[in-house]
T-cell receptor
Framework: SAVISQKPSRDICQRGTSLTIQCQVDSQVTMMFWYRQQPGQSLTLIATANQGSEATYESGFVIDKFPISRPNLTFSTLTVSNMSPEDSSIYLC?????????FGSGTRLTVV | KQEVTQIPAALSVPEGENLVLNCSFTDSAIYNLQWFRQDPGKGLTSLLLIQSSQREQTSGRLNASLDKSSGRSTLYIAASQPGDSATYLCAVMDSSYKLIFGSGTRLLVRP
């Protein structure tokens, strides 16, 4: 299956700061997805990152808060901007494969 | 709008029992359905993928079925073990290749 390297695995951040999460895939993919999992909740799609075009955001998520970069077909970043305690969640990237979706190991973010 | 529901929300069973986890979805126009396992604080591990044209998939002690017309899937776990304790998530892929997740079933297998 596809290998996705996601960094950092966890971080504790001060409110008002920003954190950039990176995902590196071991092969080229057209679409990459970013998800958020709030404590005790299931996964919610934040946006779809396409190489060479702007990311497509889901309802309730905006580019100013969650800017995404997709400089090539194997890499993407998600930034959580101007953080508040409500942003404390696990953030995961994902790519589709013929055998299903593969997920990164997740970034556990705590905002204090 | 596609909605995915999982029942039960939590389940506790003694080791060795066979068990069934349920997943239902409101829109039958799906491309596939995938079952995942998530250990506490960890990412997701894919267990089984069922294409929309398939009825079931098996992997070891796991068997997943799909009835697209009725909007239901089940995950059957045979001879459960304490190592099976985790949260199990089902997700359907819609026409835009997005995964829509259910809320999960937290499984505890007691030794």
């Amino acid at each position: 299956s596809a290998v996705i390297s996601q960094k950092p695995s966890r971080d504790i951040c001060q409110r008002g700061t920003s954190l950039t999460i990176q995902c590196q895939v071991d092969s080229q993919v057209t679409m990459m997805f970013w998800y958020r999992q709030q404590p005790g909740q299931s996964l919610t799609l934040i946006a779809t990152a396409n190489q060479g075009s702007e990311a497509t955001y889901e309802s309730g998520f905006v580019i100013d808060k969650f800017p995404i970069s997709r400089p090539n077909l194997t890499f993407s970043t998600l930034t959580v901007s101007n953080m508040s305690p409500e942003d404390s969640s696990i953030y995961l990237c994902s790519v589709p494969r013929t055998w299903g979706y593969t997920f990164g190991s997740g970034t556990r973010l705590t905002v204090v | 709008k596609q909605e995915v529901t999982q029942i039960p929300a939590a389940l506790s069973v003694p080791e060795g029992e066979n068990l069934v986890l349920n997943c239902s979805f409101t829109d039958s126009a799906i491309y596939n359905l995938q079952w995942f396992r998530q250990d506490p604080g960890k990412g997701l591990t894919s267990l089984l993928l069922i294409q929309s044209s398939q009825r079931e998939q098996t992997s070891g002690r796991l068997n997943a079925s799909l009835d697209k017309s009725s909007g239901r899937s089940t995950l059957y776990i045979a001879a459960s073990q304490p190592g099976d304790s985790a949260t199990y998530l089902c997700a359907v892929m819609d026409s835009s290749y997005k995964l829509i997740f259910g809320s999960g079933t937290r499984l505890l297998v007691r030794p």
